[in-house]
């Protein structure tokens, strides 16, 4: 590697300084040791957190080196980056992830037990790093994690809240919410502080125009009021086994007043105090809604903050090695949109290019139309991101102008293609008729590329939602199918099916997940069937304690255990699930059945604070666990749990231990999901309807390993004006039996009337999700898992076969497709520092 001059010098002491970093288990303890003793100034018996603060920092000292050689690397190979903006990077725990990486788990084991301790127990200190809501944010996290493995030069950027994803905590059955300081122990061992690449984000004021005195050119001026500093925090991404270490650059909001104490004055100390909180207010919490949530301004605010932050990053790198000439910036640069959330970023790149760099409107549209790209992750019409003009006005004047300009240049277009459709002007307008921005509008006109994240969703997009869009500009359209990724959603979640994998077919899997195939060879073979249920077995008993823990309710390990986890929203259609389980308790109830399988469902989720329905389904669950779980006529047959506080570090056990995966959205709801993906790869089995992803689970796995029910997307729609829940209703004694059961009060004897709105959603001719329709179906097909399950050989067969489908849903395989046919970059081989000598 040629090392630039002003790299040279330090080379020599970075490979001094390499010489205490060594991976054999010596030098592993005396960094674990001078950590915990001489940084910390603690002891092998502190609270757990200070052995996980040790631990870590001595695992983040070997990944600096690489750290420093990848942005060596990425700059002297002067290929292309792709930058992933995001408003959420659902992390997690990190710890497990690294050692992997690095490929110093062993030693570590070995190191901490001569102490007298094991990593299970000081990786269990770990918070979470909650940093988003859901399947979009962990799906960020994921993409990182390919993208290193890859060795592709992705940078993401998102937001440091100082409060994550809210805890929920259960009381009566009622979610409470209670912040989550997840860096409350100071900072967070895996970031390092950029101050030095501090931005200053400008909000509010007007604009003026001028003639630039020299070149007559017209010049906006954006007077704003109000400045907000983006202070940097790194986070290193550790490819596996690779040299890359590439980088999640997360901005934090600083009051600029802290760097100007000087112009504090007796009389304005008050305010500017006061200001500093307003400013720190930006990156201080999480919006815990996982559907948009209109016209909250400091939402804008946090969208705008990242997007300034991240663009002027960019920009400022770009000018130093190549100063004002734009003309091979998208050569060089793609940027893609995480959902609408950062789409500002077409009207902030159009103003850096036109007003700070002094670009022509058409070159710099030409820059922004052939560098962004978006990535749409919803299909309910009600979920697109709007912003009213007057805000826009407000907080960002420049901005609005320009999104003015963009939409009469753009209906310009549209009305020359279909000259007098003033119909279709409206439909496609930036603005819509109650003068609102559409922001989703915003990223498709500003974006060569549109995809969604399935291939049932990208076509719904086409032929729905976007259609108008699609004729205009049918190329623009794709399909980039979700994934996770392997290290993590296996080799981390599941270690005893890891060393399985390991002794049968090695260990090219973990980067190359279409391997698992080979385990169809061992189907037939007695010994390996044994030895994964024994695999299961130990993976549920890991789930039973965690859900004694949480819960205090005894689950029998035997039973199937049947679990949904995921946000709480009607359209994933938890009520479903319960309307099932209250009809098995009626079955045990009233018809002692002879021939049962015994079944623990488990069901988690957050609801966002303010959907007053999600919070009811909360109760309702409570409530049926309550009558089924205290009644000793039921006992072991049937269980229901609730786990509290469902988040990254509860999946990666609940995962591994389950039997049954739900994925029971109303067909063409779900854009994809993800943890379909995550139970199919750990062995689990699916119950669920054609949406989303699971259309092409069940083409990988095959009809027959695949328990589908319900109606399809198309047949949804065709139902919807003649649908009569009462007739429904009346023509099954299963779910009358159970909405009887609902009506009677029978899981609410002393809070009367509780649930008298989820049974009127529930019975509504206009139910959106149309629940009751898919009642009968859904029965019939848990009663074929039930059976199915009797048979354990059977079952297994299926549980292999599902494993080894999954390869697809590695997000290595996503990435590649996003950079085959979107980024276009070079994968960089990082060349290391030398090792000591
Ligand atoms: C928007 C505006 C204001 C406040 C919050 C929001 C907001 C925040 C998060 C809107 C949406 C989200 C998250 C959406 C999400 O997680 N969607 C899921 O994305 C997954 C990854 O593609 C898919 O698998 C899921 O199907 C989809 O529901």
């Known amino acids: 590697m040629v090392i630039p001059d002003f790299e040279r010098e330090t080379e020599k002491v970075v490979r001094k300084a390499l010489r205490c970093l060594g991976n054999d288990d010596e030098s592993l303890e005396a960094s674990f040791l001078h950590y915990l003793y001489n940084t910390f100034g603690r002891h092998l018996q502190s609270p757990h957190y200070y052995l996980f603060k040790a631990l870590s920092y001595s695992v983040r000292d070997r990944l600096m080196t690489r750290w420093r050689d990848t942005w060596l690397s990425h700059y002297q190979a002067g290929t292309k980056k792709a930058y992933y903006l995001s408003m959420e990077f659902l992390i997690g725990r990190s710890l497990l992830n690294n050692l992997l990486s690095l490929d110093i788990e062993d030693p570590i084991r070995r190191v ?36 290193a493995t890859l060795q592709l030069p992705v ?19 009622y979610q409470m919410e209670d912040p989550d300081p997840w860096l409350r122990h100071g900072e967070y061992p895996w970031e390092v502080q950029r101050a030095d690449y501090t931005c200053v984000i400008p909000f509010g004021g007007s604009t003026r125009m001028y003639k ?35 980088t999640l650059r997360l901005w934090s909001a600083a009051s600029a007043e802290d760097f100007n104490l000087s112009e504090f004055n007796a009389g304005s100390y008050f305010e500017a105090v006061a200001e500093k909180n307003d400013a720190e207010s930006i990156t201080m919490v999480l919006y815990p809604n996982d559907a948009n949530e209109n016209g909250k301004e400091l939402r804008l605010r946090q969208q705008y903050f990242l997007v300034s932050a991240s663009l002027q990053d960019i920009l400022k790198h770009w000018r130093r090695n190549h100063g004002s000439d734009f003309s091979t910036f998208h050569d060089n640069n793609v940027f893609q949109l995480n959902d609408t959330h950062p789409s500002l970023a077409v009207a902030e790149l159009m103003r850096l290019l036109v007003d700070e760099e002094r670009l022509e409107w058409i070159e710099a549209w030409g820059i922004v139309t052939r560098t962004m790209a978006y990535t749409n992750h919803t299909l309910l019409p009600e979920a697109l991101e709007t912003w009213s003009v007057q805000l826009l006005r407000r907080l960002l004047p420049r901005h609005l102008e320009i999104i003015y300009e963009i939409n009469s240049r753009f209906l310009t277009e549209v009305s020359m293609k279909w000259p007098g459709d003033e119909q279709r002007l409206q439909r496609m307008s930036l603005i819509d008729g ?14 060569f590329s549109v995809n969604g994240v399935a291939e049932l969703h990208s076509r719904l997009l086409k032929e729905g939602l976007f259609h108008d869009f699609y004729e205009l500009w049918p190329g623009k359209f794709n399909n980039k199918t979700n994934g996770v990724t392997p290290r993590r959603w296996l080799a981390c979640a599941n270690p005893e099916l890891r060393e399985m994998l390991l002794e049968l077919i090695g260990d090219s899997w ?11 060879e061992f189907i037939d073979d007695e010994s390996f069937c044994e030895r994964w249920r024994e695999v299961r077995r130990h993976n549920k008993q890991r789930l039973a304690v965690l859900i004694k823990q949480r819960t205090g309710i005894v689950v029998n390990p035997e039973a199937m255990f049947d679990v949904q986890v995921k946000r ?37 989720g957050k609801a966002a604070p303010g959907y007053a329905m999600a919070k009811k389904i909360i109760k309702l669950i409570h409530n049926v666990a309550n009558v089924i779980n205290n009644d000793p006529e039921i006992g072991d047959r049937l269980k229901l749990a609730f786990v509290p506080d469902y988040n990254v570090s509860a999946m990666e056990v609940i995962c591994a231990g389950t039997d049954l995966s739900e994925q029971i959205s109303t067909a063409g709801k779900e854009a994809s999901g993800t943890g379909n993906m995550k139970f199919m790869m750990n062995g689990a089995i699916t119950i669920g309807t054609l949406d989303g992803a699971n259309v092409e689970i069940r083409d990988a796995v095959g009809a027959d390993n695949f328990f589908l029910f319900g109606l399809h997307a198309e047949e949804v729609e065709q139902r919807r004006s003649s649908y009569r829940p009462a007739a429904v209703i009346a023509g099954d004694d299963d779910l009358k039996r159970v909405m009887e059961l609902l009506r009677s009060g029978h899981f609410n004897r002393f809070e009367r009337g509780i649930f008298d709105d989820v049974i009127a959603s ?7 999700w149309m629940t009751l329709a898919d009642f009968r179906s859904y029965v019939d097909c848990q009663n074929q898992v039930a059976e199915l399950f009797r048979d354990q050989a059977a079952w297994t067969r299926m549980s292999v076969i599902n494993s080894a489908c999954s390869g697809r849903f590695s997000t290595d395989r996503t990435m590649q497709e996003y950079n085959h046919d979107i980024w276009q970059l070079s994968p960089v081989v990082v060349e290391s520092t030398p090792d000591p000598t």
């Not at 109650?434 to 974006?447: C, E, N, Q």
């Not at 529930?762 to 959106?768: E, F, M, R, V």
Request: hydrophobic content about 35%; aromatic content about 8%; some cysteine.
């Open 112 to 147: 901490l037990e001569q102490l007298g301790m094991s990593l299970e127990e000081v990786e269990q200190a770990e918070r979470d790093a909650g940093l988003g809501n859901g399947g979009l944010g962990r799906l960020a996290a994921c993409f990182m994690d390919s993208c």
């Open 155 to 173: 940078m993401g950027y998102g937001l440091r809240y100082k409060y994550g994803m809210f805890r929920q905590r259960i009381q009566n059955g």
């Open 212 to 246: 630039e005195p020299h070149s007559g050119q017209l010049i906006v001026h954006w007077d704003h009021d109000e400045e907000v500093l983006a202070v940097p925090y790194d986070v290193p991404i550790a490819g596996y086994k690779n040299q890359t270490v590439n």
């Open 434 to 447: 109650h003068d609102r921005v559409r922001m989703a509008h915003l990223a498709l006109v500003g974006s």
């Open 510 to 520: 973990l980067t190359d997940l279409s391997q698992l195939a080979r385990l169809k």
């Open 568 to 604: 709480i929203h009607e359209y994933k259609r938890q009520l479903l699930n319960v309307l099932h389980i209250i009809h098995l308790y009626a079955r045990l109830k009233f018809e002692r059945p002879t021939e049962w399988t015994n079944r623990c469902v488990v069901i988690g």
């Open 762 to 768: 529930l019975t509504s001719p206009y139910d959106p």
